[in-house]
Structure formats: structure tokens, C-alpha cells
């Protein structure tokens, strides 16, 4: 079982910069692949980045990458999303996720523990 709480979400001008934090509870955290996914209102969930178990392996979405990044500290139990260069559009909640596994995969359909996720809004 593994319990994940995620903090770092806020209200910041277009071109700004945040960063995401995301705690696992569990002993077997650095066995987990970790994603970041982010839901806009009226709109379906969708990935943002995923990291393997080992943090050789990542993963982005078109529209963040050269922007984002993900990283994972495997002696803390924490997953990281540095969000630079901001836009009105990757305003959503943002969920962080985990499955058993070694490979970084994209489908949220295969994350089977949540976060309850944390609000970030980009104003232009």
C-alpha cells in the first residue's frame, strides 16, 4: 500500500516557476514508477511525466517538455516536478501517481495509487 500526498501548487504569473512535491508513505518506494498527471477543468486527466523506479527512465508529454522536469529522491520517498517558462494552459489539479514497476509508463489507467492532488493556476 502506498499513500501519496502531494504539496507545491499555487497561483503564479505566466513565465514563472514551481515545484511539486509528492511524499510516498511505504518501504518500498524505490520500487514504484511515478507519474505526474494533471486535470483541467471541463477536460480528462492526462499525463504530464513519468519516471522509472531507478530515475534512469523518463517520460513527457509533448507540451512540457524542454519545460518540465521530473526527479525522484528514492532515500526521501518524494517525486519532484520542476515546472519552468509557466503557461495559462498547464493551469489543473496536479495528481501524483504510482504503480508497482520498473518501467515509466503513461496511461493513468495503469496507476493504481493516487494522490489527492494539489491546484495550480498560471495567470496571464
Known amino acids: 500500500q502506498v499513500q501519496l500526498i502531494e504539496s507545491g501548487g499555487g497561483l503564479v504569473q505566466a513565465g514563472g516557476s514551481l515545484r511539486l512535491s509528492c511524499a510516498a508513505s511505504?518501504?518500498?518506494?524505490?520500487?514504484?514508477?511515478m507519474g505526474w498527471f494533471r486535470q483541467a477543468l471541463g477536460k480528462e486527466r492526462e499525463v504530464v511525466a513519468a519516471?522509472?523506479?531507478?530515475?534512469?527512465?523518463?517520460r513527457y508529454a509533448d507540451s512540457v517538455k524542454g519545460r518540465f522536469t521530473i526527479a525522484r529522491d528514492n532515500a526521501k520517498n518524494t517525486v519532484y516536478l520542476e515546472m519552468n517558462s509557466l503557461l495559462p494552459e498547464d493551469s489543473a489539479v496536479y495528481y501524483c501517481a504510482a504503480r508497482q514497476g520498473v518501467v515509466a509508463v503513461t496511461p493513468a489507467s495503469q496507476y493504481g495509487y493516487w494522490g489527492q492532488g494539489t491546484q495550480v493556476t498560471v495567470s496571464s
Open positions: 519516471i522509472s523506479w531507478g530515475a534512469g527512465g523518463t
Open positions: 511505504g518501504r518500498t518506494f524505490n520500487s514504484y514508477t
